[in-house]
């Protein structure tokens, strides 16, 4: 479950090694896979800092994210429970596209589906 001031990494290419959750667009306090979060950049990758291909990216600009893994089970329909090792997210547009073109690792089948 992702809350307020948790700590997640971003598993895209955009040269961005942590970022913070500062709002949830649901009305509860948690957040589980799949949900939209607005984050804001804490720590960039330093090969990737001098790169001009990709938009540049400072710390402290906001960003639209969608969660990807959390470290808290994920329930599927058919009582299989999934766990990852770390809580990830991606960085997304207004109209829920991610944004760069390259996600590293698993992502689940009902993210997936939604075109993410």
Same mark, same amino acid.
């Not at 992702?2 to 509860?28: A, F, M, P, R, W």
């Not at 698993?106 to 993210?111: Q, V």
């Given at each position: ?19 913070? #959750? ?66 990830? #997210? ?27």
């Amino acid at each position: 479950m992702i809350q307020y001031k948790t700590k997640l990494n971003i598993v895209d290419n955009s040269g961005v090694k942590e970022v913070q #959750c500062i709002g949830l667009y649901k009305k509860q306090k948690n957040a589980r896979i799949g949900d939209k979060i607005l984050v804001v950049i804490k720590k960039l990758n330093k090969s990737k800092k001098k790169e001009k291909s990709i938009k540049k990216l400072e710390i402290g600009f906001i960003r639209k994210a969608i969660i990807v893994r959390t470290k808290i089970y994920f329930k599927r329909k058919n009582n299989f429970l999934i766990k990852f090792f770390s809580n990830d #997210c991606i960085f997304i547009n207004k109209k829920e596209i991610p944004i760069y073109n390259r996600i590293k690792g698993p992502i689940l089948f009902e993210l997936a589906k939604k075109n993410i």
